[in-house]
């Protein structure tokens, strides 16, 4: 991948019903060359699905991330036991058998259970725990109706599908269907994003993580590195009970890359400390949100 496909992946990541012009305007190619990346993402495996699910402001439900190392080899044994949790919604390996999971929960009285099950089924003895922070506030999120959800479910594994064929697998009007889908979007309802594989490049995927200063703005930092270090910094996660921590996936072609990156985020004045971990596989399941959408969403004529 370059710094195209990267760029293309976030927005897509962020919005994956996001039309080719839209695309094409952002990044400052045709249609046809914006077209011919994402259909090469997919046919080599790095974009898996394009996918639609109620968002967690409309559930009021809570991500979580855990990890710390394991105190065994890691081994496709452990994904298979971490996924038998319908919270589970990604495991990733990096080096150092160090081992990271992320989860969807219900509410905040899932926790403890949840972190219990992850030391004993990744054998992970004393693991960081961070509440990821809400891009929506859940007093915000609106109320589902049956048709919303079975939108949502329409588009769950499909969520670039056209408007036209989306109400006439519904049986209603192109304006109701495109009135619903436009309302849950704006108000944070449904999340549009993708499953994305990075490991099926030969690119370098990094988890960086960022200590910073007690006097640092945790928004100013995210910002900053988010401006300064450009498609690079893929993604960043705060957390609400990890005030000083972020968690930045970073995206290098090269280790050479990776190392310099390394030497100019020792020279932020707002980073006290990093550790940085290399990935090598991940794996993304399907959760309990899912089957919430499969039930409420069955579509009856």
């Given at each position: 991948?370059?710094?195209?496909?990267?760029?293309?992946?976030?927005?897509?990541?962020?919005?994956?019903?996001?039309?080719?012009?839209?695309?094409?305007?952002?990044?400052?190619?045709?249609?046809?060359?914006?077209?011919?990346?994402?259909?090469?993402?997919?046919?080599?495996?790095?974009i898996r699905a394009f996918t639609a699910n109620v968002s967690l402001a409309a559930l009021k439900a809570i991500g979580v991330f855990i990890f710390g190392s394991s105190g065994v080899d890691v081994t496709r044994e452990v994904h298979d036991r971490l996924r038998n949790n319908d919270s589970t919604f990604w495991v990733a390996f990096a080096g150092g058998s160090y081992v990271y999971v992320g989860a969807y929960l219900?509410?905040?009285?899932?926790?403890?259970?949840?972190?219990?099950?992850?030391?004993?089924?990744?054998?992970?003895?004393?693991?960081?725990?961070?509440?990821?922070n809400s891009p929506f506030t859940f007093s915000k999120a609106g109320r589902l109706s049956t048709l919303d959800y079975q939108i949502i479910n329409a588009l769950r594994r499909d969520s670039?599908?056209?408007?036209?064929d989306l109400a006439e697998q519904l049986g209603v009007s192109v304006k109701t269907?495109?009135?619903?889908?436009?309302?849950?979007?704006?108000?944070?309802?449904?999340?549009?994003?993708?499953?994305?594989?990075?490991?099926?490049?030969?690119?370098v995927m990094t988890i960086f993580h960022v200590q910073l200063r007690s006097s640092a703005d945790k928004a100013d930092v995210q910002a900053l590195l988010t401006h300064k270090y450009g498609p690079s910094f893929f993604n960043i996660v705060s957390f609400s009970n990890l005030p000083n921590l972020l968690l930045c996936w970073v995206w290098t072609n090269t280790?050479?890359?990776?190392?310099?990156?390394m030497e100019r985020l020792q020279k932020e004045e707002a980073v006290e400390s990093f550790v940085p971990n290399v990935l090598y596989t991940g794996y993304i399941f399907e959760t309990w949100r899912d089957r919430l959408v499969m039930e409420k969403g069955v579509f009856r004529k």
């Open positions: 991948m370059d710094k195209t496909d990267i760029i293309l992946s976030q927005l897509l990541m962020m919005n994956s019903r996001f039309s080719y012009r839209d695309l094409s305007d952002r990044v400052g190619l045709s249609v046809n060359a914006v077209h011919k990346r994402v259909r090469d993402l997919k046919d080599l495996g790095i219900q509410d905040v009285s899932q926790l403890e259970p949840y972190v219990a099950f992850v030391k004993k089924e990744a054998y992970v003895g004393d693991p960081v725990v961070g509440i990821a670039r599908k056209p408007i036209l269907a495109r009135r619903r889908l436009t309302r849950m979007i704006q108000e944070g309802l449904i999340e549009l994003s993708l499953e994305w594989y990075p490991d099926a490049s030969n690119d280790m050479k890359e990776l190392r310099d990156v």
